[in-house]
Nanobody
Framework: QVRLVESGGGLVQTGGSLRLSCAAS????????MGWFRQAPGKEREFVAA????????TYADSVKGRFTISRDNAKNTVYLQMNSLKPEDTAVYYC???????????????WGQGTQVTVSS
């Protein structure tokens, strides 16, 4: 079973940047999609970005498009989320997740990390 470990969260001011990392272990060739989701207190867990291991294709939520960039390093089995121009509304716990199929839907992602806190002040 794939294990996912997020890192890189922290406290930044509005307009600042952070880079999140997701290290995947025990992944098989079937686990071809990696996604980032986030959840703020009292809100639903929402899709942020996704990437295909094989093709490198990416997709983003409208709320982060142009500010966030998802990327992957196949050799390291690691996915990144570069977050620029951060806003207070980006404050949330960010989760890395894995799916067999290309999808942005939570229910399609079968494995999840424990999450990393991102807090944007001001």
């Amino acid at each position: 079973q794939v294990r996912l470990v997020e890192s890189g969260g922290g406290l930044v001011q509005t307009g600042g940047s952070l880079r999140l990392s997701c290290a995947a272990s025990g992944r098989t060739y079937r686990d071809n999609t990696m996604g980032w989701f986030r959840q703020a207190p009292g809100k639903e867990r929402e899709f942020v970005a996704a990437i295909s291991w094989s093709s490198g294709s990416t997709t983003y939520a409208d709320s982060v498009k142009g500010r966030f960039t998802i990327s992957r390093d196949n050799a390291k089995n690691t996915v990144y989320l570069q977050m620029n121009s951060l806003k207070p509304e980006d404050t949330a716990v960010y989760y890395c997740a894995s799916s067999v199929i290309w999808s942005i839907l939570r229910d399609h992602f079968h494995s999840w990390g424990q999450g990393t806190q991102v807090t944007v002040s001001s």
